[in-house]
């Protein structure tokens, strides 16, 4: 990571002068009650904050090749808008595309170089999705906008003229102010829901099943040492030939999920796992796409998962959003690697500051 060394000071300093210590901490799984939630990587939430990373990740990969410095921009505001399909089994067709609304700043120049932004957030985003949803045709079922803009009070913060204008490039510092906070290790019910998701993807990442979607979800719910799971797995309506395909290949997720739940939870602990629980009223889980947005859902950065891949309703968290922030000065980006740095480290006991 290009600031690790700057990460390791900030940890290092926060260590000597910022942190206390207090006792008396209870282990999240000897609680009575924990709620965990994990919306998968087709999720609408989720796509915005893949592609808000994904295209600071490029753009700020183009700046260093280009200008030996990041340049500014965020990129934490993008959105998703739902469109509309007809489908049912073995067939569908979109009838409107989803929108991706691209909202933020981004520097359009460096001294005499213009930066066609707008051009690479389109590159980047289509191959995102695309990579994520194998089944979305970001032709014909996504239009994207871009709101992103160059303005600011400072002539010169998205104009740099030279390097003297990118401040933080020279000197990193906090342009903000924010809160961060971590855990680790993870809970038992936390692992678990990450562990479910894996279990419909390869080792390289690539889907396992060809007719399940990627708008995957979990939420679990513990009372002491009774685990109740709801997953929502939605089936590609192309490749599910009948209710009866449907119903049978549910059962084998359904036996799948179990024997994940089993390998982690204790023996004494019993879990119950209900799969598309709509079903029940006739409502099928079928999309053309694998993801929500072809039926109205939308997506904004920082209503997803937090940065251990969950939602842990019962945990200290903030209401930081980090994907898409700019990677040098952006102190709701830095202070989350940082915490989750530490935390991890100090929960194994590698921690050593001199």
């Known amino acids: 990571m290009v600031l690790y060394g700057l990460y390791k000071h900030y940890a290092k300093e926060l260590y000597k002068n910022h942190i206390?210590?207090?006792?008396?901490?209870?282990?999240?799984?000897?609680?009575?009650?924990?709620?965990?939630?994990?919306?998968g990587i087709g999720h609408p939430d989720t796509l915005a904050d893949g592609v808000a990373e994904a295209i600071s990740i490029a753009y700020s990969e183009y700046c260093l090749k280009e200008f030996g410095v990041i340049l500014h921009h965020n990129l934490d505001k993008t959105s998703l808008v739902g469109g509309l399909v007809d489908i049912d089994f073995a067939k569908g067709k979109v009838l409107k595309p989803a929108k991706l609304i691209l909202n933020g700043r981004m520097s359009d120049s460096f001294g005499s170089k213009k930066i066609d932004f707008k051009k690479m957030q389109v590159q980047v985003a289509e191959k995102y999705l695309k990579s994520v949803l194998p089944y979305l045709d970001v032709k014909k079922g996504l239009e994207i906008i871009s709101y992103t803009n160059s303005y600011s009070h400072n002539p010169y913060w998205y104009h740099p003229r030279g390097k003297k204008d990118v401040p933080d490039s020279l000197n990193p510092h906090s342009n903000d102010s924010s809160a961060s906070v971590s855990y680790w290790p993870l809970s038992l019910v936390e692992k678990v829901v990450l562990e479910m998701e894996k279990l419909f993807y390869k080792n390289d990442s690539s889907p396992k099943f060809d007719f399940v979607g990627q708008d995957i979800k979990f939420?679990?719910?513990?009372?002491?040492?009774?685990?109740?799971?709801?997953?929502?797995?939605?089936?590609?309506?192309?490749?599910?030939?009948?209710?009866?395909?449907?119903k049978g290949e549910l059962k084998k997720i359904h036996n799948g999920l179990?024997?994940?739940?089993?390998?982690?939870?204790?023996k004494h602990y019993e879990v119950n796992i209900n799969i598309n629980t709509a079903d029940n009223s006739g409502d099928v889980y079928l999309l053309l796409t694998g993801s929500c947005i072809e039926?109205?859902?939308e997506g904004v950065v920082g209503r997803g998962n937090k940065s251990r891949g969950v939602i842990s309703s019962v945990r200290p968290h903030s209401m930081e959003a980090s994907?898409?922030?700019?990677?040098?000065?952006?102190?709701?980006?830095?202070?989350?690697?940082?915490?989750d740095s530490l935390s991890k480290s100090i929960s194994e006991q590698q921690l050593s500051i001199e």
């Open 20 to 39: 206390q210590f207090s006792s008396g901490f209870q282990k999240i799984d000897e609680k009575d009650f924990e709620v965990v939630e994990r919306k």
């Open 219 to 246: 939420m679990a719910v513990r009372k002491k040492h009774n685990v109740d799971i709801t997953a929502c797995i939605p089936f590609i309506s192309t490749k599910t030939p009948n209710p009866a395909f449907y």
């Open 258 to 266: 179990m024997n994940i739940a089993r390998s982690y939870f204790p």
């Open 295 to 297: 039926a109205g859902e």
């Open 323 to 339: 994907h898409g922030k700019n990677p040098v000065y952006h102190v709701g980006k830095i202070f989350t690697v940082v915490t």
